[in-house]
């Protein structure tokens, strides 16, 4: 089993890497909505993004903003599991 977990490792960061993930949100058409979903929010809380002054890394927000963001994103998903746990649970 633990064989398994090494050799899966690598090729799940292979995956993300051929997948880059990130590029979602450098499109531009798409940008202006892309921008605020949890995995660039998270890249600009955690200054994983180039500088604000290249166009394909600014965002329309900074760190302490992208916290908040991701507090909605949090509290929306939560809302979002309880609706559905109350109307299905007995």
């Given amino acids: 089993m633990h064989e398994r977990l090494v050799h899966g490792g690598p090729a799940v960061l292979r995956l993300r890497d051929d997948l880059d993930v990130g590029r979602l949100g450098n499109i531009p058409k798409l940008r202006s909505v892309t921008q605020y979903l949890p995995d660039q929010v998270g890249m600009v809380i955690m200054h994983i993004t180039g500088p604000q ?3 394909r890394w600014a965002r329309d927000y900074g760190p302490w903003t ?14 979002g599991g309880y609706l559905v ?4 649970d007995a």
């Fill in 53 to 55: 002054t290249e166009p």
């Fill in 85 to 88: 746990l109350r109307r299905r």
């Fill in 66 to 79: 992208g916290i908040g963001l991701l507090a909605l994103w949090a509290a929306a998903a939560l809302i």
